[in-house]
């Protein structure tokens, strides 16, 4: 196998170092509770903690002596990219490029269709229960309450870093949890549409259309930063950049001919701004939609 070959067939990362830190603490890495018994019973969060540890570590046997470092995490992961991308930037060498991939991790703080804040109050109880504060910005904490600071939206507000957003504008998880959490459709209006984003009537699209506005009109206040990329295209999945199906293969999905991939690199290697934001559904025949009811 050639090198020429190996070059053209994968992305600029190909020979790049790759550590994955497995998921393990239900609060992205940033659980750090003043008490770990409650009514009895031990309970242990310590994402925090667990973070730290791998960093030492990973510094130890060498990550202290890079030159080019990216974070990236998918969903809860994208999440903890977000919150720890700063600290990551710090533990590397002053001359290092340092910067930060979220993939699929922009959860929104919207309503679901019955007019229920239910990521909301899911978050109110994740901060509460872990001591999630302790990880958060500062900045955020003195303008409002814990929970609403471990948004994606008022995260990146405080980064300084730079960061790559990667994200579906018809994310399934999101519409699933979200938009649509269970409970919130007693008469099984949602039960097709949410399997298979081609079973949804035009009713339940303009629904979903919607929440890709308020994705769009989140992002849009970081337009004019230009070290903060974005690819989010209009597909019916929810993380990307984890298979090479996705991430870099002839049949990737794409925006203005471009791959997750190639965007990531040219926005990391300074090619170009990168802010690439997709037609709404279903333009992109590029998208790799997920179809639950044939699982």
Not at 150 to 171: G, Q, W
Request: a positive charge; charged letters at 20%; glycine letters at 6%.
């Amino acid at each position: 196998m050639s090198l020429s070959w190996i070059c053209q067939t994968y992305s600029d990362f190909f020979n790049w170092n790759k550590v994955k830190i497995r998921y393990c603490d239900g609060a992205s890495f940033a659980g750090h509770p003043e008490s770990e018994v409650r009514k009895g019973s031990g309970l242990f969060f310590r994402g925090q903690i667990i973070w730290e540890t791998i960093m030492n570590e990973l510094l130890s046997i060498g990550m202290s002596k890079a030159k080019k470092a990216l974070l990236t995490g998918c969903s809860a992961g994208g999440l903890a990219t977000l919150i720890h991308c700063d600290n990551f930037r710090q533990l590397l060498p002053k001359g290092a490029t340092v910067k930060c991939l979220a993939d699929a991790g922009f959860f929104l703080n919207e309503k679901d269709i019955l007019g229920n804040s239910t990521m909301k109050s899911f978050y109110q109880d994740v901060v509460q229960l872990q001591g999630v504060a302790k990880s958060l910005h500062k900045e955020c904490l003195a303008k409002m309450e814990p929970s609403k600071c471990f948004f994606s939206s008022e995260i990146l507000k405080n980064i300084k870093t730079p960061v790559f957003l990667v994200h579906p504008a018809y994310d399934f998880w999101q519409i699933h949890n979200i938009l649509v959490p269970q409970g919130s459709d007693p008469h099984r209006r949602w039960k097709s549409c949410r399997l298979n984003i081609q079973s949804c009537d035009a009713n339940l699209m303009d629904t979903l259309n919607n929440f890709r506005s308020s994705l769009l009109k989140t992002v849009n206040e970081f337009q004019q930063r230009k070290d903060i990329g974005m690819f989010i295209d209009s597909c019916f999945i929810h993380c990307q950049t984890l298979m090479e199906e996705t991430w870099f293969s002839p049949n990737s999905p794409k925006i203005n001919d471009k791959t997750i991939a190639e965007s990531v690199a040219d926005w990391f290697f300074d090619r170009q701004v990168v802010k690439l934001i997709d037609c709404p559904y279903p333009c992109n025949p590029t998208c790799h939609n997920l179809d639950f009811a044939r699982v």
